[in-house]
């Protein structure tokens, strides 16, 4: 048996460049992942997949993205053999934070080792772009500019460490109203990725955190003023800066130190009945091989 982590990631920025021919929309976004994550264990069994979560409600079966990611490699492979996959969730679902993304990326990463299928991190990224544009993000990890539909990786210098704090409003924000919103209204600002990887390149943790951009965050906090509340809370306990990751809706702030971030995280429980966790930024994947 075998244990694999999948981190969740926030996005310190996310630009939309326009449509694509394909319907998906070319995007150009810094990614950096993160210290939270959801743990899945993987068995050999003879045939098949069986899974197991702890989430009542999500769907347990090969509509998974776990499943899928174990059916897809099987498949492709010719392995013979199955895996039985127990999925440990902690990522808040439908976030903003990539969870199903993040499970994916871990069964590849595990059905890769559990079979000796002798796979590098890049081969196993062309399998995930199969299933969802940020997988491959999530299979390499650290910090990566996506182009494309977000499957076109460039490694940046990992950045200096902050500690995040990730708030999860009990509200839900489906990914295509989000892009959709952002077609018809378009955004009030777009980030600067040159700049941003400059800063990220100098080490500048004031000048990273001055950047965060996210171009659909002012169409989806016009729907759900909240976010704009969590984010002027983080502010106010300290933040470096806040902002919401991905297709939303949860709402990230970066700090400086451990001790500023559990005083955020302790004043948003105190506030509201958001899910709220404390992480750090993580490193890249080692590659097994
Ligand atoms: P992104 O940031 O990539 O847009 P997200 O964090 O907003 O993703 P997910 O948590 O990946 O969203 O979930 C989106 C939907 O995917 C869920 O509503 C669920 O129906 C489906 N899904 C399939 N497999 C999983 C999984 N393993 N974990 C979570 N959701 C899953």
Redesign the pocket.
Known sequence: MITVEGNAKINLTLDILGKRPDGYHEVSMVMQSVSLHDTVKLTKIPKGIELTLNVPG??ADE????WRAAALLLRERQVEGGVRIE?V?R?P?????????A??AAVLRGVNELYGLGLTLPELCSYGAKL?S?IPFCIMGGTMLATGRGEVLKELEPVPEFWVVLAKPKISVS?AWAYQNYDEQGAEAHPDNAAICEKIKAQDRKGIASLLCNVLESVTIKQYPVIAQYKGWMLEKGALASMMS??GPTVFGLFADEKAASEAAAYLRSRTDADIFVCQTTGKNENQN
């Open positions: 999500l769907e509509r998974n993205l776990a999925l969730k990522i679902v439908a976030a903003g934070l990539a969870g199903g993304s499970d994916a969802g940020d990914t991905g297709s």
